[in-house]
């Protein structure tokens, strides 16, 4: 079996900003502030009216390649993460691989996850190079939630930022992919949903039904991280023969809100200096937070390092694996 | 369970709400302060100091602290 490898990250943020005294401007009775201040946001970033997730993963991979010095040409899959998709169908992933340039000898897909969505990504990836399946994977986050967003939700609005990233999996790299624990709970199903719009449920045709739009239960998702996330660790750090977290040199949590954040962190027994954070100024972006985390640090991996990814969210769905550092 | 203790630690999750304004018998959805991220608050509050957790229908169900704490009481 080949070892996986993440070869490359990078991230792409929209141009336009959503700043918090936006936001106070037009939600003036509310206190858009202080609850920003808690949950550790500041700037969000907004994809343009005419910027979709196929512009964003296209723009991220061009990042990605001239970054890196990497030719469309080297990559065999593309597998894209995204809920918020150009279309029904078809694939994302494959209008991805022809506007790049990609050969049409790569496979392409896209996978329905959010917070959990790229570790799931560096499972599927992981498994196609240990299967002999694809040696120059291109993984690809990419989520337009301000789309899903309706423009009276101050709360899921001072939350979500949108945001693309792109990452190769390959057979050599900078960091060894571990094992995985992942797990999914349906019954929270109701929890965090764009109900309608698909098959189930039209869109209304008012266009003023709030279940059009993005519904979040803050304290039904909390409380489901409450009850997920340490055991999620736990297990992690033991598929991974690691004994402790202390055994952990960094761990990066999907960025869901600092204030979410730090009480698992603090149940957890993580110490701050250890635990990665990055959302002032991107807000949750989703399945894109766990690698625009990893890239903001990238210089502080020593060789040796190892750091502990955990995803979870929208489902519900959890994953977890370990990385350690060339 | 100490009543007192628990209204201390349920007020400093406010931040404009005098500590003096609260009681056991403080209506605390009622309070100007109160919003959904304070829920959260007293929620992660209750499981750092109680390790029991409160669901968001607990909550809406409870009209004073005391209902409040009786609900952490059934729970632990």
Request: charged share 25%; hydrophobic share 40%; glycine share 8%.
């Amino acid at each position: 079996m080949s070892k996986a490898y993440i070869k490359a990250i990078s991230y792409y943020l929209p141009e336009r900003v959503l700043s918090n005294e936006e936001l106070v401007e037009q939600f003036p009775e509310w206190t858009v502030e202080k609850v920003a201040k808690k949950i550790g946001i500041a700037n969000r970033h907004v994809a343009g009216k005419d910027e979709f997730t196929s512009d964003m993963a296209v723009k991220v991979s061009e990042k990605l390649f001239e970054e890196y010095s990497i030719l469309p040409q080297e990559i065999d899959f593309v597998i894209l993460c995204t809920q918020s998709p150009d279309y029904f169908l078809p694939t994302t992933a494959c209008m991805v691989q022809d506007r790049l340039g990609i050969p049409t000898t790569a496979g392409a897909l896209d996978f329905n996850q959010g917070c959990s969505g790229y570790v799931y990504g560096l499972a599927m990836a992981k498994g196609f190079i240990s299967a002999g399946i694809a040696k120059n994977i291109l993984l690809i986050t990419s989520e337009v939630y301000s789309k899903h967003l309706h423009s009276t939700d101050k709360g899921n609005r001072t939350i979500f930022g949108d945001a693309a990233s792109a990452s190769i999996v390959s057979t050599d790299g900078f960091a060894a992919i571990g094992n995985f624990e992942l797990g999914s709970d349906g019954s929270g199903f109701e929890n965090l949903i764009v109900k309608n719009g698909a098959m189930k449920t039209p869109k209304s045709t008012s266009g003023d039904d709030m279940d059009d739009y993005l519904f979040m239960n803050g304290s039904g998702v909390f409380n489901f991280t409450i009850d997920a996330v340490p055991p999620l660790v736990e297990s992690t750090l033991s598929k991974n023969e690691l004994a402790s977290v202390d055994d952990i040199d960094w761990v990066v949590f999907h960025q869901a809100n600092s204030f979410m954040l730090n009480h698992l962190r603090k149940k957890i027994g993580i110490d701050q200096e250890r635990f990665l954070m990055h959302m002032e100024n991107c807000g949750n972006t989703v399945s894109s937070t766990i690698p625009i985390v990893l890239k903001e640090h990238i210089d502080s991996f020593k060789s040796g390092d190892k750091s502990l990814l955990a995803g979870f969210g929208v489902g519900y769905s959890w994953g977890g694996t370990v990385l350690t550092f060339k | 369970m100490n009543q007192e203790e628990f209204i201390e630690l349920f007020a400093e999750q406010f931040d404009e709400t005098e500590i003096d304004e609260f009681s056991i018998d403080t209506a605390f959805r009622e309070l100007e302060e109160w919003d959904s991220m304070v829920a959260l608050m007293v929620i992660a509050m209750i499981d750092e100091e109680y390790n029991v957790k409160v669901s968001g229908d607990d909550i809406r169900n409870s009209t004073t602290i005391a209902d409040l704490i009786a609900v952490v009481e059934s729970k632990k």
